[in-house]
């Protein structure tokens, strides 16, 4: 989707004009300029977010969620969180204007700081934004911090993601991030449940993720999800299965190199393919996205 007239981009988005005057592109969040409208704005996706997301969402977000200052009326404050995270996991949350250079993005993951949106939609955005805000970081992202599993997985991404960029790598391990931390489910308690924060931060594919026909879940495969592409503008076509959140610390221990060599040498996977050693968990009927697909050309 294409900006519009009044779209009003941030950081890295907005050219030169979003760029701030630190190196590390962090900002003051500057909490107390909230304007009520603002809080408003938070306080109608919280109300709407929990009470989706029992039955749906991963225990660790739960957990978090529980012991996090996050409150539903107002948008939280950086320093009562980082105070909370660090006891607990070590890490804490930086405000950023938006969008930053992934270098910069992955020297702050390294070294346990989580990089969040200053800024929150406006109150006619509510259920679509081109750029993660602060209600997509904060609520989406910083409850899984809280779980150790998740807190060394996002420290070892940052790593990765400095070396992938020296490998020439760099789009194989997106798919990875992209297919866990925003967009990943896992199996609990006999069900599938939501840990990716583009997900949890999405009242409609918090829906979609687990309820709808159309896509595809599949389990797990790191060199298949490192060749699969992903939509950036709808609703997966394809959702990855961990058998447990505790997976995520093998594949921090992992030496990608010589995957990235693999994977490199075969076809790039579009985002509704199912192969033939796929673990199918549901095969979907991609009903959604052929409709999408009239409706475009409609137009």
Known sequence: MSATADTVLHGLAAGEAGRPDSPDWTIPQNWAAYTPQEHATWATLYQRQMALLPGRACEAFVDGM???????????DFERLSEVLMRHTGWQVVAVPGLVPDDVFFEHLAHRRFPAG?????AD????????????????????????????FIQAYGHGGLRAQRLGALDM?????WYTVEFGLVRESGALRIYGAGIVSSASESRFCLESPSPHRLGFDLARVMRTRYRIDDFQQTYFVLDRLDDLLRLAEIDFAPLYEQVSRLDTLSADAVLPQDTVITRGDGRYHRQRALELQDR
């Open 66 to 76: 529980r012991r996090l200052p996050i409150e539903p009326d107002r948008i939280p």
């Open 125 to 152: 955005q509510l259920d679509y934004l081109q750029e993660p805000d602060v209600f997509h970081d904060v609520f989406g992202h910083v409850p899984m911090l809280m779980h150790p599993v998740m807190a060394d």
């Open 118 to 122: 200053q800024f929150i939609r406006r």
């Open 173 to 177: 391990l997106a798919r990875v991030y």
